[in-house]
């Protein structure tokens, strides 16, 4: 091995550090393209929403209660009840505002004395639907089978 020169450089020292460098730009650029990669091209794995829902039937009454039993909280205008011939918002039964929130606990009657106007029977069938508005997308989050009880 040659000592450096007071005039010059040794070549290798430049070759070393060039050669790290450019290991070092290397490992840099690989690891920000996953990172990239993990914040740009990773899709809305949330899924859709969900919800428990609870149903006590009244025969004689011709009523219906349901339940928010638990689960993720929701607008109350995007909240849908539809049977066979209706199809109201859970703002609509509530008498409430469209933005209120719909959280577990909260409970609202089906019958013909509020928005829905139809008599609830042991042979009805309703579906509680959840409307996203920004993406037009619906989604069944629970049903009721009459006196099937489900």
């Known amino acids: 091995m040659e000592p450096a020169t007071a005039t010059g450089w040794d070549e290798r020292g430049i070759s070393e550090m060039t050669a790290v460098v450019t290991l070092v730009g290397i490992a840099f650029i ?7 990669s993990a914040f740009l091209f990773v899709g809305d794995t949330s899924g859709p929403p969900q919800a428990n829902f609870t149903y006590t039937f009244n025969e004689q009454g011709g009523f219906l209660i349901i339940e928010h039993d638990r689960g993720d909280e929701f607008r109350s205008g ?22 209120a929130l719909v959280t577990p ?25 959840y409307h996203n508005a ?9 049903r009721w089978n009459g006196d099937t009880g489900i």
Request: aromatic share 4%; hydrophobic share 40%.
């Open 30 to 36: 690989l690891v920000a393209g996953v990172g990239i």
């Open 78 to 99: 995007d909240l849908y009840i539809a049977g066979s011939n209706n199809n109201v918002t859970w703002a609509a039964l509530a008498e409430s505002n469209e933005s």
């Open 105 to 129: 606990g909260d409970t609202v009657p089906v019958s013909e004395q509020n928005a829905y106007g139809d008599r609830i029977r042991s042979s009805s069938r309703l579906e509680i639907i």
């Open 134 to 142: 920004t993406l037009n997308q619906s989604t069944v989050l629970s």
